[in-house]
């Protein structure tokens, strides 16, 4: 069911509404057109010269290698691969191998084991494979056998060695990535997702088998096999790397969709030293690494969207550790201390002013009160501190008489 539905009308004479909106996160990405071999700066005739020196040269490294190994069987048959130097490296990592249909399949499933991944049962696709006689699938893994007997590392690594090619159903593919883990990755033979619900299944599994994958890593140099020096002549050779540079110029994940990217191209063996045919000019070197003005503009707004949020985290930050350091100051005593000592000052600056505010009021009253009240008030003080003395002077004598009537009793 499609994850996208649309609602159709209970009634038949009504139409059906158009498909529901489908936000930019899940639009296919479009793919920029390829370009025509003519239209590339890589000299045919330089490849040429490349790929007959190549095969010359690992035939020449065979014979060498029969003649020291008398007694060991060497094989003839080397890898050949593209090697692609970038400007600019991609801005992230590929897990998903980006498939290039070439004339020539780099490998014969007759000699080269292809394991296939897929749901369960197990059987049942045993069964169809058989069915539609497809032979060139040497082992079908079901997902519950995967996780069961292949679980362990010793296993998984049994495994990976069995087969040069491996396939993997697309409706279980996150499945199957969670089982086996990065190593696959790291050998470069992560799991070809197939569609095994089409009908013209034999060939969804044939094109797969037939065609090249570009393993994209993070780094600014890419390798894509173009064959085999034992499957495959110089011609042969020739006609898939013609079929593979369309794709590095434009279909390179998280890189400029253009042929200004590419700095170097090169072929090699997996013994040999690399074969130059195509160096980009000096005068070029940074040329296409340069952003569009809509780019200049993306990364200007991202950059001011990713200030204000850093800017607004540093302000919580810093209200959370003023907050902290109250709550500390609290808790030591010394934040009562602070708060009782400027409540002490409040207060006294509030005395001071009631003070000064009776003083003022009761100036006036004397300026309006006749003189003898005014006599009166001034008197107070005295009679007050008269009275004080004579309580003093009382207290005293009683003490001497105690002290007198304690010797007294002693003696």
């Not at 909106?21 to 005739?45: C, Y």
């Not at 330089?46 to 029969?66: I, M, N, P, S, Y």
């Amino acid at each position: 069911m499609s994850a996208i539905a649309t609602v159709t009308s209970t009634s038949s004479t009504s139409q059906a509404p158009a498909p529901l909106w489908k936000p930019a996160s899940v639009q296919p990405r479009q793919l920029a057109p390829l370009p025509a071999r003519k239209d590339l700066p890589v000299s045919s005739e330089q490849a040429d010269k490349a790929v007959h020196a190549l095969l010359k040269h690992a035939e020449k490294a065979h014979e060498k290698r029969a003649k020291s190994d008398l007694l060991e069987a060497t094989d003839a048959d080397e890898k050949v691969f593209l090697v692609v130097g970038l400007k600019q490296a991609p801005k992230r990592e590929v897990h998903k191998p980006v498939r290039i249909a070439v004339p020539h399949p780099v490998m014969n499933p007759k000699e080269s084991p292809v394991t296939l991944f897929v749901k369960d049962p197990q059987r049942t696709y045993k069964d169809l494979l058989e069915e539609l006689k497809i032979g060139f699938v040497s082992r079908v893994v079901g997902l519950d056998k995967l996780r069961t007997k292949h679980k362990t590392f010793e296993a998984k690594r049994q495994l990976l060695k069995e087969a040069d090619l491996f396939l993997v159903d697309d409706r279980v593919m996150v499945e199957v990535g969670k089982s086996i883990g990065k190593m696959w990755r790291d050998a470069k033979k992560q799991p070809i997702p197939v569609a095994l619900q089409r009908k013209g299944l034999k060939a969804e599994l044939e094109r797969a088998i037939a065609s090249t994958y570009l393993n994209v890593t993070t780094g600014t140099s890419l390798s894509i096999k173009l064959g085999t020096t034992a499957l495959h002549s110089a011609d042969e050779l020739l006609a898939n790397l013609d079929a593979v540079l369309p794709y590095i110029a434009t279909r390179i994940p998280n890189t400029p969709a253009s042929f200004s990217n590419i700095q170097s191209l090169h072929i090699k063996t997996s013994t040999s030293v690399s074969l130059p045919i195509y160096n980009a000019a000096l005068k070029d070197r940074f040329e296409g690494t340069g952003l569009t003005a809509a780019q200049e503009e993306e990364k200007r707004a991202a950059k001011e969207r990713k200030d204000k949020v850093a800017a607004e985290r540093k302000q919580r930050d810093e209200d959370k550790a003023k907050r902290r350091a109250e709550r500390s100051a609290t808790k030591e005593g010394k934040g009562r201390l602070e708060k009782k000592r400027e409540r002490t000052e409040d207060e006294a600056d509030d005395d001071e002013e009631a003070v000064a505010a009776e003083e003022s009021s009761s100036a006036v009253v004397d300026a309006a009160a006749p003189s003898s009240d005014a006599a009166a008030p001034a008197d107070a003080p005295k009679a007050k501190k008269a009275k004080k003395s004579a309580a003093t002077t009382a207290s005293s004598a009683s003490a001497g008489k105690k002290s007198k009537k304690a010797k007294s009793s002693s003696a």
